[in-house]
């Protein structure tokens, strides 16, 4: 009943900056916490960011000055600026949303959690 959709990655060159947005779609009443992470081949998804309702964040030290992540709640949107792009960086990067509350036309449900598919930056030159 809820699908985050991703956009905005792509290949670009060390230095370089990318903006991922992630749509969450569906009858939403409320998301608590939204979210990226990223997977590179050979190694463990882990958080790269992470935005509450209250536009409280986390980062991951390594990201740490040159990402942002914000959030438009009235659109269940939540956007990552990647700016100083290493090829570290490089991964599949997912959006991720926790506590969704949303309804359908008999009842209402959550707390629950969803995934997007992902989107693959690629940094290089």
């Known amino acids: 009943q809820v699908q985050l959709v991703e956009s905005g990655g792509g290949l670009v060159q060390p230095g370089g900056s990318l903006r991922l947005s992630c749509a969450a779609s569906g009858s939403i009443l409320s998301i608590n916490r939204m979210g990226w992470y990223r997977q590179a081949p050979g190694k463990q998804r882990e958080l790269v960011a992470s935005?509450?309702?209250?536009?409280?964040?986390n980062y991951a030290d390594s990201v740490k000055g040159r990402f942002t992540i914000s959030r438009d709640n009235a659109k269940n949107t939540v956007y990552l600026q990647m700016n100083s792009l290493k090829p570290e960086d490089t991964a599949v990067y997912y959006c991720?949303?926790?506590?969704?509350?949303?309804?359908?036309?008999?009842?209402?449900?959550?707390?629950?959690?969803?995934w997007g598919q992902g989107t693959q930056v690629t940094v290089s030159s």
């Open positions: 935005i509450n309702t209250g536009g409280n964040t």
């Open positions: 991720n949303a926790d506590g969704i509350m949303y309804r359908t036309s008999d009842s209402y449900y959550g707390p629950v959690g969803s």
